[in-house]
């Protein structure tokens, strides 16, 4: 059976709208400046690990070729969960944001996985002498420092611009930014010590290379975390729901508010309470008192895209929770 088509849009709705392609516009931008500089720095890293004799640096290279598939990822589906609902998404397609997320945090992990691996495989082929960890040029560990001052001033501008448009997205992605960084870290300290100290040292290369992995997957960890809880349908926190709950007390006419249930589904809060009120108000007064604490809540959480239901039942004397 097909659904009837829906009522034409409240100057609410289309600010909504409004609102959703500017932020996906934002994070679009921000998402193909990390692109082009993956682009360079991928391919300087490689020049400068097969001409730099460096495994490390190769290693690095690939690693932030890694970046190009979550910033591919980004933008496609940024673009996906900013348009608004339609017959087979009623509340929007935010979640196509929060499954980019995770998706940007298991390439993390795996990225960690890999780069712990190899580090052991040297360390372990330096102790049984069955692998001889070469010494890299200089121009590797210039590589190594330009990738870690691009790719940390990287970081800091996307997060900012994940912040502002609270994407999860796009903040994952500064993350990956900064593990890239991380990464170019130990790769520096291993061709550091190679080049500048004795032979036994150039063992601080693979070290160095399952340290930064283990911060690599912790900052995965902490990324996948709220992103499964989103995808199934978590409740919002305590402090946020207690936000909410406060702001709906404060319109006037709200005299009881039950049955608060939330969840997350990208830029969106979605809402569904009850609120009591005065039994002897006509419908449309108790509309206007619904309406009213509706557009409340969108004051409350200006930067959040909030879809609320809210049901209007008979006051009957009941006390608000403390």
Known sequence: MEKEPQDEMTLTEQGEIRKGAERAAKAKRITWTGFYVNLVLTIAKLLAGIFGKSAAMVADGVHSLSDFATDIVVLVFIGISAAPGDESHDYGHGKYETFATMIISIALLAVGALIMAGGIEKI??????????????IIALVAALVSIVSKEILFRVTKKVGDDIQSDA???????????????????????????????WRILDPIASIIVSVFIIIAAVQILKPALDELLDHSLSAEAEKKMTDALYSVEGVLYVHNLKTMKTGNSYVIDTNIHVDPDLTVVQAHDIATAAEQKLRETFPKITVQASIHVEPYEGEERDS
Not at 124 to 137: C, F, M, R
């Open 124 to 137: 372990v082929g330096s102790i049984k002498g069955t692998a001889v960890i070469a010494k890299p040029s």
């Open 170 to 200: 796009v903040v994952a992605n500064a993350w990956h930014h900064r593990s890239d960084a991380f990464s170019s870290i130990g790769t520096a300290l291993g061709i550091g010590g190679a080049i500048f100290l004795s032979e036994k």
